[in-house]
């Protein structure tokens, strides 16, 4: 992971955006983390990333950790069934 002022980054993005493809880059203000730049392997690793990030995905895995806490749980045909996959 690298760590890199905002104004480096401003003169050089299309550099680390090559960076961000090995490794994280971490963005600075003021020497304190603002943003972080990851690259992407395939161009559909944005879909995962915009899932990841989504407030309702994120609830949806917090139901089901507690779910599965108290024993419950779906089954993967289920699952799929849910999210059409």
Same mark, same amino acid.
Request: charged share 30%; no cysteine; proline share 5%.
């Given at each position: $992971? =690298?760590?890199? /002022?905002? #104004?480096?980054? =401003?003169? #050089? +993005? /299309?550099? &680390?955006?090559? !960076? %961000?493809?090995?490794?994280?880059? !971490?963005?600075?203000?003021?020497?304190? /983390?603002?943003?972080? +730049? !990851?690259? +992407?392997?395939? %161009?559909? #690793?944005?879909?995962?990333? *915009? !899932? +990841?990030?989504? /407030?309702?995905?994120?609830?949806?895995?917090?139901?089901?950790?507690?779910? *599965? =806490?108290?024993?419950?749980?779906?089954? $993967?045909?289920? $699952? =799929?069934?849910? &999210?059409? *996959?």
């Amino acid at each position: $992971m =690298k760590q890199v /002022p905002i #104004d480096e980054i =401003k003169n #050089d +993005l /299309p550099g &680390y955006l090559q !960076i %961000a493809e090995r490794e994280s880059v !971490i963005i600075t203000r003021d020497g304190q /983390p603002v943003g972080v +730049l !990851i690259g +992407l392997e395939d %161009a559909e #690793d944005w879909w995962e990333e *915009l !899932i +990841l990030h989504d /407030p309702r995905f994120e609830a949806e895995i917090a139901q089901a950790r507690q779910s *599965l =806490k108290q024993g419950k749980g779906i089954s $993967m045909e289920e $699952m =799929k069934a849910r &999210y059409s *996959l």
